[in-house]
């Protein structure tokens, strides 16, 4: 058995895009900057995918920018807000202690370049609070930046009523969207944002790919400097191919999206009823505001790189919430944000569910998730100590 259950990662490569980016690299291979009809015609592919991009998100064509990815998408929004916050000498940040590290990193540089970042809590549930967003909000405020749904936890943040607040109080808005396109409803207007950044391969499309949405007449810097594509503020010839099959993957799933969520909303509930049978574990994140796809829990007394690697040999590709790829040991600031001490909070699994997963699939997963966390116990000297009672249980 082989379950694919990480789709926050990343998801596999929709048919339709794959067939679309060969098609393209084949057919529309002039540059887009060039004036013979080769280039002509790639860049009209070019601008018929910004049109299709711009009407699936709800904006104008030329408030989209392709770019490399969510993170770059979000590290042009912040630091093209910020900087142009310092010019009218509002060097103040709000946003939250969950988001990417996209956003985060980004956030770290602004502050050792002298900028105040306010990064709001997010208390149990893991959904920040419109009041300590509306308490943060200030005269030096330059932006404000919360996702739109948050990558190990799934939580889904208040972003329409974040974004009627930055408007009332003239501040900019980004959200980091990466995990919320193509898998519930965006529409930037609706949101109110400034920006919004998102990515291909979050919802079947190419790596490598994606886009910032900048409102027309919101401050847009380039990271990149050289050539004059993406009108001046992204240099770099275009991966036509990429954006092609971008734009097919985000159309494709919105068209699948009311069904595809139907389905793994069940499968969440059979997962999440199944799994908390597991004594002295928890789910994170808010029960109902949430990803359907997203499954995360705590299991007391074990190592969730041990689990990891025990279901990867049972065939499982899942992931935990701690940092382990960075050769960190530190646990996730996610969980640790919504209050998860040290010691639970490495004992995280995140299983998320996609197009291609079944109920066989989670059955599977409730067979073998208790079996991993039953024996990793058996050997834990941690839980040994919390049996015999010279611990106390913490779940
Ligand atoms: C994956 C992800 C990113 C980064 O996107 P890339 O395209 O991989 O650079 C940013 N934010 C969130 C919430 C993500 O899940």
Not at 205 to 227: D, F, N, Q, S
Not at 280 to 285: Q, T
């Amino acid at each position: 058995m082989f379950v694919y259950a990480d789709h926050a990662a990343t998801t596999k490569l929709r048919e339709s895009a794959a067939k679309t980016y060969v098609e393209t690299a084949a057919q529309y291979y002039g540059n887009p900057s060039s004036l013979h009809s080769s280039g002509q015609q790639a860049k009209e592919v070019l601008e018929d995918c910004r049109a299709r991009v711009a009407a699936a998100l709800g904006g104008e064509a030329r408030e989209i920018y392709f770019t490399s990815g969510g993170s770059e998408a979000d590290n042009q929004a912040i630091l093209s807000a910020a900087y142009a916050g310092a010019k009218k000498g509002k060097k103040k940040i709000v946003s939250t202690a969950i988001e990417h590290h996209a956003v985060l990193h980004t956030l770290e540089k602004l502050k050792r370049e002298g900028f105040q970042i306010v990064l709001l809590p997010v208390g149990e549930a893991g959904i920040v609070s419109l009041n300590d967003a509306e308490a943060a909000i200030d005269g030096e405020t330059a932006l404000v930046s919360v996702m739109f749904a948050n990558n190990e936890i799934g939580t889904l943040q208040p972003v329409k009523e974040i974004g009627a607040l930055c408007k009332s109080r003239g501040v900019l808005f980004h959200t980091d969207a990466v995990q919320a396109v193509g898998h519930v409803p965006v529409d930037v207007r609706e949101i109110g944002c400034d920006y919004l950044a998102l990515s291909a391969h979050k919802f079947g499309g190419p790596k490598g790919v994606g886009a910032l949405y900048c409102r027309r007449g919101a401050p847009l810097t380039p990271l990149i400097e050289g050539g004059a594509q993406e009108r001046g503020k992204r240099a770099g010839t275009e991966d036509l191919p990429a954006v092609a099959a971008m734009t097919v993957a985000l159309e494709e799933s919105l068209r699948e999206m009311p069904a595809e969520q139907e389905k793994l909303k069940k499968l969440q509930t059979m997962l999440i009823e199944g799994l908390e049978k597991i004594p002295h574990c928890a789910l994170n994140g808010d029960r109902e505001r949430r990803l359907a796809g997203n499954t995360s829990f705590c299991f007391e007394g074990i190592e969730g790189e041990s689990l990891l690697l025990l279901l990867d040999e049972k065939g499982i590709c899942a992931s935990s919430g701690s940092a382990c790829t960075s050769g960190s040991l530190d646990p996730s600031h996610v969980l640790l944000a919504i209050g998860r001490v040290h010691d639970v909070a490495h004992g995280s699994l995140r299983l998320t569910l996609g197009a291609e997963n079944t109920e066989e699939d989670v059955a599977y997963l409730l067979k073998a998730v208790p079996e991993v966390v039953e024996y990793l116990r058996n050997m834990s000297p941690v839980w040994r100590d919390l049996q015999e009672g010279k611990r106390k249980y913490i779940l």
